[in-house]
């Protein structure tokens, strides 16, 4: 009876057992959560009073989608990896509903020309965002259970290629075409690390980029946007307008900026001030040092999710590792091209700076990112804590034995 009571309640004990926090990677998240929050309410200050009367409008929404982002990462904090790969399929089919459902007419929400939200209660749902997500698990999970038809056969590489390609079809459908880019980048990175031969790598790395290049130079509305970010001041006031204020603003931080709150540019000169180019208008508050801080914070973050795919790897969890080379990809390429569209160094994407720009569904599901992150940390902690206390029981073992052995000898 008494040896039968603790497997009455083995979920309540799953509870307590005390998570293992990566203490860098969740401090390096929380500085640019907290630090985002600074810089959105400065950049979204003359917007919001303007449009609703509400200087902090903006801020007080993307501060509740950090609250629910929280509380969903709080959740997935719980959820065992294994449970997300034996869910693999699900969430294929979860993202595909979600890229299908937003082009049905009447169903998905369009803005400036763009039909990519999902109206979810009281927000729009971006469905690029949990679509990205799901892909990622998913497609984490097929390299582990096909790793050896990945390494040897083209069709090993070409199933999750033609899955990934429709997918991408779907967003350039809405069309969105930052966030196909990013995926099948990121999705390629991914295959890459598990093993795929250089052969097929490029052959479709190169397929995709000429596709890529053909979309953009057929359709007149990106080609025109391509050329203007190729001399943005030959047409500074209808195609390159966004970018030159853009760099006006950069230019006017200099070195030190010239303060919070004193930004000119945001004051409904530049556009997209508060989502798109909210990097450019922390760079004219802040200058070139805070740019710097902030480049050295998102690179010491990326380094930190490289170094927990590393040791997932080591510890052969390769599903673990793919699913942080994935998530890590994700955010430093969507850092990357912000930071350079804010520059002039790429074309207009139409992207957030993960944890900074005002985006509410980007906000939850790169919170549920981190989250996922914190977990594999977890899982690798606990399954070495083990194997240190037997390496040291074994140690001393060893120990006690050589000083007995000792002991006789000189007896």
Same mark, same amino acid.
């Given at each position: ?22 203490? !860098?990677? /969740?401090?390096? =998240?929380? *500085? @640019? %959560? +907290? ?5 959105? &309410? ?119 290629? !033609?899955? /990934?390609?429709? =997918?991408? *079809? @779907? %967003? +350039? ?5 930052? &966030? ?119 690179? !010491?973050? /990326?380094?930190?999710?490289?170094? @927990? ?103």
């Amino acid at each position: 009876m008494m040896s039968a009571q603790p497997s009455l309640m083995p979920f309540p004990a799953r509870l307590r057992t005390s998570l293992t926090i990566d203490p !860098l990677l /969740l401090t390096l =998240a929380l *500085a @640019l %959560l +907290l630090g985002g929050f600074i810089i959105l &309410a400065s950049a979204s200050v003359a917007v919001s009073d303007a449009a609703v009367g509400n200087p902090f409008f903006y801020l007080e929404r993307q501060a509740v989608a950090a609250a629910l982002g929280i509380a969903a990462g709080a959740i997935c904090l719980f959820i065992p990896m294994q449970m997300w790969r034996t869910l693999g399929p699900l969430l294929l089919l979860l993202a595909f509903a979600l890229l299908i459902v937003v082009l049905l007419p009447g169903v998905g929400h369009t803005v400036n020309g763009s039909t990519r939200w999902l109206r979810v209660g009281f927000m729009n749902l971006q469905v690029s965002e949990p679509a990205r997500l799901a892909l990622i698990l998913c497609l984490a999970s097929y390299l582990v259970r096909h790793n050896k038809s990945l390494r040897e056969r083209f069709a090993g590489f070409a199933r999750p290629m !033609l899955i /990934l390609s429709f =997918a991408c *079809a @779907l %967003l +350039l459908a809405e069309p969105d075409f930052g &966030a196909a880019i990013v995926l099948l980048a990121t999705s390629l990175a991914m295959l890459f690390v598990a093993g795929a031969r250089f052969r097929d790598f490029f052959a479709f790395f190169g397929a995709a980029v000429l596709a890529m290049a053909t979309l953009a130079i057929t359709s007149p509305y990106r080609l025109k946007r391509l050329t203007g970010f190729m001399d943005p001041w030959a047409d500074p006031f209808n195609s390159g307008f966004q970018l030159t204020q853009s760099l006006i603003a950069i230019g006017r931080g200099e070195w030190f900026g010239v303060g919070l709150g004193d930004s000119v540019q945001k004051l409904f000169y530049l556009p997209e001030a508060h989502t798109d180019f909210v990097f450019a208008v922390f760079a004219e508050e802040f200058g070139l040092l805070g740019v710097l801080l902030l480049i050295a914070v998102f690179a !010491l973050l /990326l380094w930190r999710i490289a170094n @927990l795919a590393h040791r997932a790897a080591q510890a052969e969890r390769f599903y673990e590792a793919y699913v942080a080379i994935g998530l890590g990809t994700w955010l430093g390429l969507q850092a990357f091209i912000n930071i350079g569209v804010n520059m002039g160094l790429l074309p207009t994407k139409g992207l957030t700076l993960p944890l900074i720009s005002y985006g509410r569904s980007s906000m939850i599901i790169t919170m549920i990112a981190i989250a996922i992150l914190l977990r594999i940390h977890h899982e690798l902690a606990t399954d070495a804590a083990p194997s240190n206390r037997r390496r040291k029981s074994k140690s001393k073992s060893k120990s006690k034995n050589v000083s007995r052995t000792g002991t006789r000898k000189r007896a």
